[in-house]
């Protein structure tokens, strides 16, 4: 609970004022609204005593008038300031949500799952600014008019205040216990429907999958199991709900009868008058309900304390690290030598790269061969810095990559990711992301030299047409051409390419490498493939198996070691010189017929 | 496309399917309306019976009246306790189940809809129809009818009740009603506008959240993280302006309906009062009458909202009317057989075919499988291939001519009986959360670990799983993160070996795959294409070598067709793509 108030009061700092100020303005429309009854009193007091004074009678009306208007503007302003206060804190708390999101290391996106952060992000900060907005000046006001509306009762008649407050202790315990056993209830539902809607979210995406299977079937038992437990839960709770409210009810009528019994008993007797007897009736009504309320209030507290700790959990999570105490060095562009000095890498225990050790070049082409899992990925990870928990070193240029500040660094590598992920914007629109102001002429050529214009040119809206979710309505040669023109525009000074032509056909991908050339004259470049004819052309091939390096060097040298590579070299002709005498043996065959 | 752009005017149509909706549970329905008009009935009794204990019980002095009026008071708050329990249930039953039917109709509604739906459909579009607007529709159904009957009753009842005591007093009392409607009607609508935009931009924000997340590898890469912080903050300002600007006109409307009140008050007094000094007018009568008065709030305040809210309703139930009404482009036909193991003679006869009707995307393709054969795609990209198999697995059906397994139209077929006998490896592995055994197991739901384990064996797949932590048991998120691409394909291989096909479908099953698992692959596959009929894609010209046939697709057509002798022997395309890979080194 303190530590809940405590981070509740940190989150409030940016909107404190606001915060004061309708604190302030929730005071003077109370005072306000218990002027109200008091009026009232006066009013049929002088109306019993038949003083038939009738000036005071208009007096008083427009009082009433006058206390009601004065209410409405306080509360008017508590509403304004309230509102740009929670607003304001809830804005503060989404972009942070956001910066958290994009500056996290990736580590840490492995913890949680995307609908799970979706959920944090979305429906954890509005249950907090509900609580901000709606529950914290709820539970203000009804404490102001408990004070105030207790003082003035006493004022007119001590014995019957005692009566008219006598059941709000129970009702507030009897509304705080069955909301605490709704709270519970709340939370399971709430599990229940964010299942479901998981449920459905993985239908949708996968939907070629589940269609490909023909199991429809299957998904839809799911689903029909999830939907009818949570039509139980929900029943379940609305019975709970319909017991309290008119039990509480009851018991909140209960009282006002009290005061009507007493009151009336008391103003028959002429202990009191007939106004105070109104008055007071009007009083218990400011307090009865809002003493109900408060009760669900604070078990919904719960709830908000809920999402509180599923923000802070994301918030809490570290942010990538930057170079810390790096010696300023104005940037300038990478030449784009690198050298990886004994590098060893795993995830949580998990070893993936071992003892890593090499050195490019700047302006040189390498190519990474190894088998799937091998960690050819992980390793040019490494090299963005997308994790810092490696042992040994990696320099470029002679320098620590861990002192060379991220953005600096991220900037000058282009990476193609190995799947392709577009954004749902037009083409122009993928292809410009990298950067702040898209040039039109450079991201045309860039999209020329990924040979992207090819077939860009037979869409009937060309570069304005937008791409289904993920891509989806690409082909997949197509999906790899646009993220690679994506990252050339950025004009980078090392090039990573993870198996970026994998859906590419040979003709296409030797059209890329020739303008590649050209494009990237002095650009060092990582090319990541699985095809040999690929690496042969690269002044450097890399061989990596189960996270070592097994061969480095070129094509002649490589093919003259016994080894991995020659074995792969050799597989592939093999088998291919088979097909290929059968291939010439056709071709004798045809010309001698 | 889809968004908000609906008509202004109230449409009878909508809302006839909307009621139609309560069919099943209208005797549930009838007997919540029935409680709502007592408990309103009942509501109006209240400021009655305290008139009583007044008039006759203080102003004369009568212990014994007061009792019987606090007595009255008893009765009435136990009946409407027993109203509101009644009401509470009744309505949340039917609201429930309401909202539960429409989130099955339209989850069957996607069950039949085809992928061409879904190519154009953002899936957070589908969601939103599916949960919060049929939460809306179904919460107006109940809550909105109820909220809306109890006021309009109440606020009748309170008017005859008053007319009745005391017709002038209640003429100038009810003087300012008009003027409450007035204004609340003005106030909700804007209010709710307010709320629609701030809706608006709350799912901008959260698609921004979305696609921020999906896409943060490229967004890290690209150095994207201050520009779309940036971008972001602008959209969270528009939604502080936006709530704060919705949340003042509420702060403003609420006090002006108190004032009103008051002042109606106000009017009762000055009025009522002369009355009272004149004697025409008892004071139990004024005392009634002002807490008429305060009371007219609420049901006014109801009715504004709920008629305010019939706009966005409409628009609600309009949108999921419209998924619910979407016709499916491919369609089993009624009569369509479910019976029959597939042989594997597959034709493909004078189809055409465009995802869009302007450009076609095969052009008269023609083709004609035996059983038993494995038959090779090659071609440059966006050429056709994969969408050849679309038109296999039925995601989409022809512009003209028609597919045929062993002689029949697939379109004579159901579904399952056509899907459930292919095997098929999309060009984009899509995994679901789950383990990895569960991922493979959804090839055949009922398959053994035993058989699991065989079919990871099969695809190179088994010793690495078996060296994770947990082996079979490792979870994996959505999309089958953290696995490496080459890992995922190869789970995807052993789900569709796993399912024992007819038909195998390899669509760059495996692209990035090492050549050395590939070629053990193709050891295996030997035993495991026996007996079918396959089909493989692939780039990498070593993937496709133990094919009977290629066929090299450009341009939506059959370029080439022939062993790899035959079109080596031809030296067009497929010997071109073919010596780009392979001579070179
Ligand atoms: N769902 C879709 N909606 C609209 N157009 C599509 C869709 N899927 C593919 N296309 C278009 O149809 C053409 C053929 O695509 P297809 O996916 O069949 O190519 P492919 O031969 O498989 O290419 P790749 O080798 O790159 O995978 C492409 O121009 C592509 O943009
Ligand atoms: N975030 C992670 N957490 C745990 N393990 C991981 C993570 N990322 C990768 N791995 C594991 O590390 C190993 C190396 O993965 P990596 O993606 O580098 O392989 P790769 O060589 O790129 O393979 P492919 O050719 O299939 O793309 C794999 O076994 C993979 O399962
Ligand atoms: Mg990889
Ligand atoms: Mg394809």
Same mark, same amino acid.
């Given at each position: 609970?303190?530590?809940?108030?405590?981070?509740?009061?940190?989150?409030?700092?940016?909107?404190?004022?606001?915060?004061?100020?309708?604190?302030?303005?929730?005071?003077?429309?109370?005072?306000?609204?218990?002027?109200?009854?008091?009026?009232?009193?006066?009013?049929?007091?002088?109306?019993?005593?038949?003083?038939?004074?009738?000036?005071?009678?208009?007096?008083?009306?427009?009082?009433?008038?006058?206390?009601?208007?004065?209410?409405?503007?306080?509360?008017?302003?508590?509403?304004?300031?309230?509102?740009?206060?929670?607003?304001?804190?809830?804005?503060?708390?989404?972009?942070?949500?956001?910066?958290?999101?994009?500056?996290?290391?990736?580590?840490?996106?492995?913890?949680?799952?995307?609908?799970?952060?979706?959920?944090?992000?979305?429906?954890?900060?509005?249950?907090? !600014?509900?609580?901000?907005?709606?529950?914290?000046?709820?539970?203000?006001?009804?404490?102001?008019?408990?004070?105030?509306?207790?003082?003035?009762?006493?004022?007119?008649?001590?014995?019957?205040?005692?009566?008219?407050?006598?059941?709000?202790?129970?009702?507030?315990?009897?509304?705080?216990?069955?909301?605490?056993?709704?709270?519970?209830?709340?939370?399971?539902?709430?599990?229940?429907?964010?299942?479901?809607?998981?449920?459905? +979210?993985?239908?949708?995406?996968?939907?070629?999958?589940?269609?490909?299977?023909?199991?429809? &079937?299957?998904?839809?038992?799911?689903?029909?199991?999830?939907?009818?437990?949570?039509?139980?839960?929900?029943?379940?709770?609305?019975?709970?709900?319909?017991?309290?409210?008119?039990?509480?009810?009851?018991?909140?009528?209960?009282?006002?009868?009290?005061?009507?019994?007493?009151? !009336?008993?008391?103003?028959?007797? !002429?202990?009191?008058?007939?106004?105070?007897?109104?008055?007071?009736?009007?009083?218990?009504?400011?307090?009865?309900?809002?003493?109900?309320?408060?009760?669900?209030?604070?078990?919904?507290?719960?709830?908000?304390?809920?999402?509180?700790?599923?923000?802070?959990?994301?918030?809490?999570? &570290?942010?990538?690290?930057?170079?810390? !105490?790096? &010696?300023?060095?104005?940037?300038?562009?990478?030449?784009?030598?690198?050298?990886?000095?004994?590098?060893?890498?795993?995830?949580?225990? +998990?070893?993936?790269?071992?003892?890593?050790?090499?050195?490019?070049?700047?302006?040189?082409?390498?190519?990474?061969?190894?088998?799937?899992?091998?960690?050819?990925?992980?390793?040019?990870?490494?090299?963005?810095?997308?994790?810092?928990?490696?042992?040994?070193?990696?320099?470029?240029?002679?320098?620590?990559?861990?002192?060379?500040?991220?953005?600096?660094?991220?900037?000058?590598?282009?990476?193609?990711?190995?799947?392709?992920?577009?954004?749902?914007?037009?083409?122009?629109?993928?292809?410009?992301?990298?950067?702040?102001?898209?040039?039109?002429?450079?991201?045309?050529?860039?999209?020329?030299?990924?040979?992207?214009d090819r077939f860009v040119s037979e869409f009937p809206e060309r570069y304005r047409t937008v791409?289904?979710?993920?891509?989806?309505?690409?082909?997949?040669?197509?999906? +790899?051409?646009?993220?690679?023109?994506?990252?050339?525009?950025?004009?980078?000074?090392?090039?990573?390419?993870?198996?970026?032509?994998?859906?590419?056909?040979?003709?296409?991908?030797?059209?890329?490498?020739?303008?590649?050339?050209?494009?990237?004259?002095?650009?060092?470049?990582?090319?990541?493939?699985?095809?040999?004819?690929?690496?042969?052309?690269?002044?450097?091939?890399?061989?990596?198996?189960?996270?070592?390096?097994?061969?480095?060097?070129?094509?002649?040298?490589?093919?003259?070691?016994?080894?991995?590579?020659?074995?792969?070299?050799?597989?592939?002709?093999?088998?291919?010189?088979?097909?290929?005498?059968?291939?010439?043996?056709?071709?004798?065959?045809?010309?001698?017929? | 496309?889809?968004? =908000?752009?609906?008509?202004?005017?109230?449409?009878?149509?909508?809302?006839?399917?909307?009621?139609?909706?309560?069919?099943?549970?209208?005797?549930?329905?009838?007997?919540?309306?029935?409680?709502?008009?007592?408990?309103?009935?009942?509501?109006?009794?209240?400021?009655?019976?305290?008139?009583?204990?007044?008039?006759?019980?203080?102003?004369?002095?009568?212990?014994?009246?007061?009792?019987?009026?606090?007595? =009255?008071?008893?009765?009435?708050?136990?009946?409407?306790?027993?109203?509101?329990?009644s009401f509470i249930s009744g309505c949340a039953r039917v609201g429930v189940r309401v909202i539960?039917?429409?989130?099955?109709?339209?989850?069957?509604?996607?069950?039949?809809?085809?992928?061409?739906?879904?190519?154009?459909?953002?899936?957070?579009?589908?969601?939103?129809?599916?949960?919060?607007?049929?939460?809306?529709?179904?919460?107006?159904?109940?809550?909105?009818?109820?909220?809306?009957?109890?006021?309009?009753?109440?606020?009748?009842?309170?008017?005859?009740?008053?007319?009745?005591?005391?017709?002038?007093?209640?003429?100038?009392?009810?003087?300012?009603?008009?003027?409450?409607?007035?204004?609340?009607?003005?106030?909700?609508?804007?209010?709710?506008?307010?709320?629609?935009?701030?809706?608006?931009?709350?799912?901008?924000?959260?698609?921004?959240?979305?696609?921020?997340?999906?896409?943060?590898?490229?967004?890290?890469?690209?150095?994207? =993280?201050?520009?779309?912080?940036?971008?972001?903050?602008?959209?969270?300002?528009?939604?502080?302006?936006?709530?704060?600007?919705?949340?003042?006109?509420?702060?403003?409307?609420?006090?002006?309906?108190?004032?009103?009140?008051?002042?109606?008050?106000?009017?009762?007094?000055?009025?009522?009062?002369?009355?009272?000094?004149?004697?025409?007018?008892?004071?139990?009568?004024?005392?009634?009458?002002?807490?008429?008065?305060?009371?007219?709030?609420?049901?006014?305040?109801?009715?504004?909202?709920?008629?305010?809210?019939?706009?966005?309703?409409?628009?609600?139930?309009?949108?999921?009317?419209?998924?619910?009404?979407?016709?499916?482009?491919?369609?089993?036909?009624?009569?369509?057989?479910?019976?029959?193991?597939?042989?594997?003679?597959? =034709?493909?006869?004078?189809?055409?075919?465009?995802?869009?009707?302007?450009?076609?995307?095969?052009?008269?393709?023609?083709?004609?499988?035996?059983?038993?054969?494995?038959?090779?795609?090659?071609?440059?990209?966006?050429?056709?291939?994969?969408?050849?198999?679309?038109?296999?697995?039925?995601?989409?059906?022809?512009?003209?001519?028609?597919?045929?397994?062993?002689?029949?139209?697939?379109?004579?077929?159901?579904?399952?009986?056509?899907?459930?006998?292919?095997?098929?490896?999309?060009?984009?592995?899509?995994?679901?959360?789950?383990?990895?055994?569960?991922?493979?197991?959804?090839?055949?739901?009922?398959?053994?670990?035993?058989?699991?384990?065989?079919?990871?064996?099969?695809?190179?797949?088994?010793?690495?799983?078996?060296?994770?932590?947990?082996?079979?048991?490792?979870?994996?998120?959505?999309?089958?993160?953290?696995?490496?691409?080459?890992?995922?394909?190869?789970?995807?291989?052993?789900?569709?070996?796993?399912?024992?096909?007819?038909?195998?479908?390899?669509?760059?099953?495996?692209?990035?795959?090492?050549?050395?698992?590939?070629?053990?692959?193709?050891?295996?596959?030997?035993?495991?294409?026996?007996?079918?009929?396959?089909?493989?894609i692939a780039h990498r010209l070593s993937t496709i070598r133990q094919a009977d046939r290629i066929?090299?697709?450009?341009?939506?057509?059959?370029?080439?067709?022939?062993?790899?002798?035959?079109?080596?022997?031809?030296?067009?395309?497929?010997?071109?793509?073919?010596?780009?890979?392979?001579?070179?080194?």
């Open positions: 609970m303190g530590s809940l108030i405590r981070d509740f009061w940190n989150l409030t700092q940016p909107c404190r004022k606001a915060f004061v100020l309708a604190a302030v303005a929730l005071v003077a429309a109370t005072a306000f609204q218990l002027v109200l009854p008091w009026v009232l009193r006066m009013a049929i007091d002088s109306l019993t005593a038949r003083t038939n004074d009738y000036r005071l009678i208009i007096m008083l009306a427009s009082g009433l008038v006058g206390a009601a208007a004065g209410e409405a503007i306080f509360t008017f302003l508590k509403g304004k300031w309230a509102a740009e206060a929670s607003e304001g804190t809830v804005t503060h708390l989404r972009n942070r949500m956001f910066e958290q999101m994009v500056r996290m290391p990736f580590s840490a996106h492995g913890t949680v799952a995307a609908g799970d952060f979706i959920q944090r992000a979305t429906s954890d900060i509005q249950t907090l !600014g509900r609580f901000l907005s709606v529950q914290v000046t709820e539970v203000a006001r009804t404490v102001c008019l408990l004070a105030g509306v207790s003082t003035l009762m006493f004022m007119m008649q001590p014995t019957l205040a005692l009566a008219a407050l006598a059941l709000l202790p129970p009702i507030f315990l009897f509304s705080m216990v069955i909301f605490r056993k709704i709270q519970k209830r709340f939370e399971t539902l709430d599990e229940t429907e964010a299942a479901l809607s998981s449920n459905v +979210q993985e239908y949708l995406t996968g939907v070629r999958v589940v269609r490909a299977f023909a199991r429809e &079937p299957y998904e839809s038992g799911r689903f029909r199991e999830l939907n009818a437990r949570l039509v139980r839960e929900d029943i379940a709770l609305s019975t709970l709900h319909a017991v309290f409210w008119p039990t509480s009810d009851v018991m909140c009528m209960l009282q006002a009868v009290i005061v009507l019994y007493l009151g !009336g008993m008391k103003a028959v007797d !002429g202990d009191i008058s007939l106004g105070t007897f109104v008055a007071f009736n009007s009083y218990v009504m400011y307090l009865i309900w809002p003493v109900r309320q408060i009760g669900r209030l604070l078990g919904e507290m719960g709830r908000a304390s809920v999402s509180m700790r599923r923000i802070r959990e994301i918030l809490d999570l &570290p942010r990538e690290a930057d170079a810390e !105490g790096a &010696p300023e060095v104005e940037s300038k562009r990478l030449k784009g030598g690198v050298y990886f000095k004994h590098v060893s890498f795993g995830f949580d225990g +998990q070893k993936v790269l071992h003892d890593i050790h090499f050195r490019v070049r700047p302006g040189k082409t390498v190519a990474i061969l190894g088998a799937t899992g091998s960690g050819k990925t992980t390793l040019m990870q490494l090299l963005l810095r997308f994790h810092d928990d490696y042992s040994g070193a990696i320099y470029i240029d002679d320098r620590d990559i861990r002192q060379i500040p991220k953005d600096e660094l991220r900037s000058q590598i282009g990476i193609v990711l190995q799947e392709a992920f577009l954004f749902s914007k037009s083409i122009y629109d993928n292809i410009s992301f990298g950067v702040d102001q898209p040039e039109r002429r450079l991201i045309r050529n860039a999209a020329a030299a990924a040979a992207v791409v289904g979710e993920r891509g989806v309505t690409l082909s997949g040669g197509q999906k +790899q051409r646009i993220a690679l023109a994506r990252v050339l525009v950025k004009r980078p000074s090392i090039l990573i390419l993870d198996d970026t032509t994998s859906a590419l056909d040979t003709e296409t991908e030797a059209a890329i490498w020739s303008s590649l050339r050209k494009w990237l004259s002095d650009c060092t470049a990582f090319i990541i493939t699985h095809r040999l004819s690929t690496a042969a052309a690269a002044n450097k091939i890399i061989v990596l198996d189960k996270g070592r390096i097994v061969q480095q060097g070129n094509h002649e040298e490589l093919i003259r070691q016994p080894g991995h590579y020659r074995k792969l070299h050799e597989q592939q002709w093999a088998k291919m010189a088979v097909l290929d005498r059968e291939a010439s043996r056709g071709h004798a065959r045809r010309r001698v017929q | 496309m889809h968004d =908000e752009e609906f008509s202004k005017q109230f449409d009878t149509s909508v809302w006839r399917k909307v009621f139609r909706l309560l069919s099943p549970y209208r005797w549930h329905y009838a007997g919540i309306m029935t409680v709502i008009m007592l408990m309103a009935g009942v509501e109006v009794l209240f400021p009655l019976v305290v008139r009583y204990a007044v008039d006759e019980g203080i102003t004369p002095g009568r212990r014994d009246v007061i009792l019987i009026a606090v007595f =009255e008071y008893l009765g009435l708050i136990i009946m409407q306790a027993f109203l509101v329990a539960a039917d429409l989130r099955r109709m339209t989850y069957d509604r996607l069950q039949s809809l085809s992928i061409s739906y879904f190519d154009k459909t953002p899936v957070g579009w589908l969601m939103s129809r599916m949960f919060s607007d049929s939460q809306r529709v179904g919460d107006t159904l109940t809550w909105g009818a109820v909220d809306f009957v109890w006021g309009a009753v109440n606020m009748s009842l309170m008017a005859v009740a008053m007319l009745v005591v005391h017709w002038k007093l209640a003429l100038a009392a009810l003087s300012l009603l008009p003027l409450i409607v007035g204004i609340s009607i003005f106030f909700q609508r804007r209010i709710l506008r307010g709320y629609r935009s701030v809706r608006r931009i709350n799912s901008e924000i959260t698609a921004g959240f979305n696609e921020g997340y999906m896409g943060v590898r490229v967004i890290k890469s690209l150095v994207r =993280e201050t520009a779309m912080a940036r971008d972001f903050e602008t959209l969270t300002g528009k939604m502080f302006e936006a709530s704060v600007r919705s949340a003042v006109l509420s702060s403003v409307y609420l006090p002006i309906i108190h004032v009103i009140g008051a002042t109606g008050s106000a009017l009762v007094i000055a009025f009522g009062g002369s009355g009272v000094i004149a004697g025409s007018i008892s004071l139990g009568t004024l005392v009634a009458f002002i807490s008429y008065t305060r009371r007219f709030f609420d049901p006014a305040n109801e009715i504004a909202r709920v008629f305010g809210q019939l706009q966005e309703t409409q628009a609600s139930a309009e949108r999921v009317f419209m998924l619910l009404d979407a016709a499916p482009e491919v369609t089993e036909r009624p009569n369509a057989s479910n019976e029959g193991r597939i042989r594997g003679k597959i =034709e493909f006869r004078d189809v055409w075919f465009g995802y869009d009707r302007k450009t076609p995307v095969l052009r008269q393709f023609n083709l004609t499988v035996d059983p038993g054969q494995t038959i090779a795609l090659v071609g440059p990209t966006g050429s056709g291939k994969t969408t050849v198999m679309n038109l296999l697995l039925r995601f989409y059906d022809p512009t003209r001519g028609a597919v045929l397994i062993d002689g029949e139209d697939i379109r004579q077929w159901t579904f399952l009986r056509l899907r459930s006998q292919m095997g098929v490896v999309l060009q984009t592995p899509h995994l679901f959360s789950g383990t990895v055994r569960e991922n493979i197991r959804y090839g055949k739901l009922d398959a053994t670990d035993d058989a699991i384990g065989t079919a990871a064996k099969q695809v190179g797949l088994h010793e690495f799983v078996e060296a994770l932590p947990s082996g079979y048991e490792t979870v994996l998120r959505e999309g089958g993160e953290p696995l490496s691409t080459g890992q995922k394909q190869l789970i995807s291989l052993a789900r569709a070996v796993l399912a024992d096909p007819a038909i195998f479908i390899m669509d760059e099953a495996t692209s990035s795959v090492d050549t050395d698992t590939e070629l053990r692959i193709q050891k295996a596959s030997e035993q495991l294409l026996a007996g079918r009929t396959a089909f493989i066929l090299v697709i450009e341009k939506g057509r059959i370029a080439e067709n022939g062993t790899h002798a035959e079109l080596m022997a031809r030296r067009g395309m497929y010997h071109q793509l073919y010596s780009q890979q392979f001579m070179k080194s």
